[in-house]
């Protein structure tokens, strides 16, 4: 009866520690809670998720209507 809740308990800790380890090893994880980056537009300086950025001449805009 014991050795099965020990192994119930040792089976929720490998796992929550292993959660933890790919939370922290996984880079996306970010400020937003949405797992996406918030990037600043160089002109108006709205904040764009980094997938929705516009990269250009190595600086960010938030829209091509801001890229000159
Ligand atoms: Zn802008």
Request: hydrophobic share 40%; aromatic share 8%.
């Amino acid at each position: 009866m014991f050795i099965k809740l020990i192994l119930v308990l040792l089976l929720g800790w490998i796992g929550f520690s292993l959660m933890k380890r790919f939370k922290q090893n996984n880079p996306s994880v970010s400020k937003n809670g949405k797992g996406q980056k918030m990037i600043a537009c160089e002109v108006c300086d709205t904040h764009v998720p980094e997938s929705d950025v516009i990269v250009k001449n190595g600086k960010n805009y938030c829209s091509k209507a801001h890229v000159e």
